[in-house]
């Protein structure tokens, strides 16, 4: 069962993040618009992507038509049609020319030589800031689609999308399991001690997976920290794990003796679209093997229960008389409608200890709120009011965000799994609103 809401869970996100084939109509009045310096007067036709993360991302947001030609290091499965230019620092530029793209969104590596030669033919080249934290994906998010779906339109589909994978990345994060133990593990991108750092988004990943990253902090002594912490589990870049396996210092970890470690792509592992859930999804099955136990326990079951009904329904239509008998059985207990009664009168009772969970869409959620102790407006009232229905505010709603209000939303924070501070932002009230929200424990 928890295995395929995680599955649900990275469907909805792929439909809620859009695809390949499918492209925004631009209404007008959307352009133009102003990026890091560069002015666009209408939606670009052509786009070269030689940085896989920025594709990653405008094939999330249904922008993938737009892509035109790519880097080798684009590899995903949306653009394998469309042409290469070769690597995305030494690019082909008269293949990029060739199409004629309105603008070149290039990694930082991209050589001066040629920047420079695509300037001097009025080529835009923007080189997009990576993602640290959530707060920069709406940015980066918004920036990116606001070039290729326009200034009101783009940029909103652009905000709607980060949010969509936050909120994933909190559901994933929620169905899993308690565990006793201290979840421990890293991502180690050599042997060296490059290692995913908190400040980075992927190392953020970890945060989502209940886990410690060990080598969290980019201070140089990410070898010293892996051999002193002794992680459980260790994901690396490919073709890592052999070299720990054969290195003095690093094959007695319990990691690599048990045979837990699990290589990711690092591309993979740093791109800011669709692989953010994938890599997050992985991760999670990885270190909570009871959830894939749980699945395989489900279908087993449901599979049982399908052969039974199966032969149910033959025998059902071998035999007439049985089906009569079952007919007249039932038509004999309508003659004791107080007995059915009582039964349905006591289900009812046990029903109305519990508190049921309805998506609530009194409160119009954007991406830009945020709110924590001291604010004062009606949404707060509503927030209120929402808690109380959940059991986590006594009080009568005031639209003041007081100590009381701080303390109802860190306990549904906390049983939510979500790190309780008091305060809300988008991805929370979101899921506050949602039928997804855990109502307060019953004591």
Known sequence: MKMKKLTAILVSAVL????????????DGEYPVSIAGYTFDRQPK????????????????????????????????????????????????????????DVVFAEKTLSQSVRKKLKD??????????????????VLYESICAVAGGEKSGRNNGVKKAESVIMTMADLQRIIPEKDILMTSCYLYDTKGNAAYDNTFAGNLFTYANAVNVCGSDDGESLKKLTLSNPLYIFCAEGVKEKLKSDDKLKNLSAVKNDRV?????????RQGNSITQVLSFMIETMYPELTEASKEEESSEQQSS???????????????ESSEEESSEESMEEFPEESSEESVEESSEESSEIVVKADDSLDINSRMRYSF??????????????????YFKGEPTGVYDEETVGAVSDYEETNRIAPDGALSPPELYLLFSDEVLPVKSE
Do not use: W
């Not at 052969?307 to 008389?321: L, Q, T, W, Y």
């Not at 001291?374 to 059991?391: C, M």
């Open 16 to 27: 809620a993040l859009g695809c390949a084939g499918c492209s925004y109509h631009v209404p």
């Open 46 to 101: 052509s786009i070269v992507c030689l940085d896989d993360s920025v594709a990653d991302i405008l094939i999330a947001c249904g922008y993938a038509d737009l892509i035109k030609a790519r880097s080798e290091q684009c590899t995903q499965e949306e653009l394998e049609d469309i042409a290469t230019v070769g690597s995305e620092k030494e690019p082909d530029t008269n293949q990029i020319l060739a199409v004629e793209p």
């Open 121 to 138: 033919k009025d080529i835009k080249v923007l080189t997009m800031v990576e993602a640290k934290n959530n707060k920069d994906l709406s």
């Open 262 to 270: 699990y290589e990711i792509d690092a591309a993979l592992f740093e």
């Open 307 to 321: 052969e039974e009904e199966s032969m149910e329904e033959e025998s059902s239509e071998e035999s007439v008389e």
């Open 374 to 391: 001291g604010d004062e407006n009606d949404n707060i009232k509503i927030i209120q009011r929402r808690l109380k229905n959940l059991g």
